[in-house]
């Protein structure tokens, strides 16, 4: 008898409520309407657990860090119900070769029937000398395991993009996982980020038990439904920016009064993500509201791109992509033109009205 996430659930004494709140919570995270909880409630009575295989490269293990703190859905809930994780050398009990022998197991047992998840990348150079596993070069492990997979999710901006390990002069030719060698092929979700947010990270995860496909992804295969907008676009200070009041130095008064933090290097209208939105800590703040400006984490090649702190050039129009001087000499030339028209028009009025009180003005 096959095992369900629902059998999972029942076993560790969770209420028929309580599973269907669950199921209805993991809609509203996928950004779902209501309607879908019903239909994500029964994948979950009657579809398998899936085995998943976690594995770790060049990486700081930030990404495994945030997981493990999401709130909706929890991330105990997302182990132990939704899927199986059977091979994770950062929180497995298994060690040695007792861990590696899993790898094996999974990789034979459920062939075509599991999902890879990648935290970190591999780096080529010397033959992948710079990052071992059991032993071997990881870039082998993630070969071997990647052969049989369902798909590969890519966490954070390490297996997406490459991150620090890949800056610029990259000595160790540290590798994203889409651009390794016989991978190309692979249905590959990116979820970028350093780290990426608990939230999306599960309910990426929900989405693909759940539906048994990938999400909609956009045209560099990360998922539409988080990655579609910039922080810019959400952001509670775009109307500081639109309106060209700008933080000039830290903790003036412009800082005091949560203007925007364009002028200090923020790269919110340029990064894709959806920290605005859903933000971090279960929606408690993401970096800009607590006072920093972002620093484009999620992008390809951050790391390259100058310092955090370095000013965006080369956005030119009023609004979403204006410049940050154009846009206050603007709004203050339009300021002063209508503080001059309206005087002049108010000094014209007054006249008129003298005129009209002078004797003989009526003959």
Not at 7 to 32: E, N
Not at 189 to 200: L, M, N, S, T
């Given at each position: 008898m096959i095992e369900t996430?629902?059998?999972?659930?029942?076993?560790?004494?969770?209420?028929?409520?309580?599973?269907?709140?669950?199921?209805?919570?993991?809609?509203?995270?996928?950004?779902?309407?209501?309607?879908?909880?019903?239909?994500?409630?029964?994948?979950?009575?009657?579809?398998?657990?899936?085995?998943?295989?976690?594995?770790?490269?060049?990486?700081?293990?930030?990404?495994?860090?945030?997981?493990i703190r999401s709130?909706?859905?929890?991330?105990?809930?997302?182990?132990?119900?939704?899927?199986?994780?059977?091979?994770?050398?950062?929180?497995?009990?298994?060690?040695?070769?007792?861990?590696?022998?899993?790898?094996?197991?999974?990789?034979?047992?459920?062939?075509?029937?599991?999902?890879?998840?990648?935290?970190?990348?591999?780096?080529?150079?010397?033959?992948?000398?710079?990052?071992?596993?059991?032993?071997?070069?990881?870039?082998?492990?993630?070969?071997y395991a990647a052969e049989s997979c369902k798909a590969i999710i890519s966490w954070g901006s390490c297996a997406s993009w490459g991150c620090v390990q890949a800056a610029k002069p990259n000595p160790t030719r540290a590798t994203p996982v889409h651009k390794v060698p016989g991978l190309a092929d692979k249905p590959i979700?990116?979820?970028?980020?350093?780290?990426?947010?608990?939230?999306?990270m599960t309910a990426v995860v929900a989405y693909l038990l759940t539906f048994d496909k990938l999400p909609t992804l956009d045209k560099q295969?990360?998922?539409?439904?988080?990655?579609?907008?910039?922080?810019?676009?959400?952001?509670?200070?775009?109307?500081?920016?639109?309106?060209?009041?700008f933080v000039e130095q830290w903790d003036d008064e412009a800082a005091r009064q949560g203007h925007c933090l364009y002028k200090m290097g923020c790269k919110g209208p340029t990064t894709y993500n959806a920290c605005s939105t859903v933000k971090w800590n279960e929606g408690t703040s993401f970096p800009i509201q607590s006072g920093h400006g972002c620093i484009g984490c999620s992008e390809d090649g951050f790391w390259d791109k100058g310092s955090f702190y370095d000013r965006l050039t080369g956005i030119n129009q009023f609004g979403i992509e204006a410049n940050a001087d154009v846009v206050g000499g603007t709004?203050?030339?339009?300021?002063?033109?209508?503080?001059?028209?309206?005087?002049?028009?108010?000094?014209?009025?007054?006249?008129?009205?003298?005129?009209?009180?002078?004797?003989?003005?009526?003959?």
């Open positions: 996430f629902y059998d999972v659930m029942r076993r560790q004494g969770i209420t028929r409520r309580s599973f269907l709140k669950f199921c209805s919570l993991t809609a509203a995270s996928l950004g779902l309407s209501p309607a879908f909880a019903p239909k994500i409630a029964h994948a979950m009575e009657t579809k398998p657990r899936i085995p998943v295989l976690w594995l770790h490269g060049l990486e700081c293990t930030c990404c495994s860090e945030s997981f709130g909706h859905p929890l991330a105990k809930d997302v182990i132990l119900s939704m899927l199986s994780l059977d091979y994770d050398d950062t929180i497995m009990a298994a060690a040695g070769h007792n861990a590696e022998a899993i790898v094996t197991e999974i990789v034979e047992k459920y062939k075509g029937n599991y999902i890879l998840a990648v935290e970190g990348n591999p780096p080529l150079a010397e033959d992948g000398m710079y990052c071992i596993i059991g032993g071997k070069p990881f870039v082998e492990q993630l070969k979700i990116k979820v970028p980020g350093c780290p990426p947010i608990a939230e999306v295969g990360r998922p539409q439904m988080f990655y579609s907008q910039r922080i810019h676009d959400k952001c509670y200070r775009r109307p500081h920016f639109d309106a060209g009041q709004a203050a030339a339009i300021v002063g033109a209508g503080v001059a028209a309206h005087a002049g028009l108010t000094a014209l009025n007054r006249a008129k009205q003298s005129g009209d009180k002078q004797p003989g003005a009526e003959q």
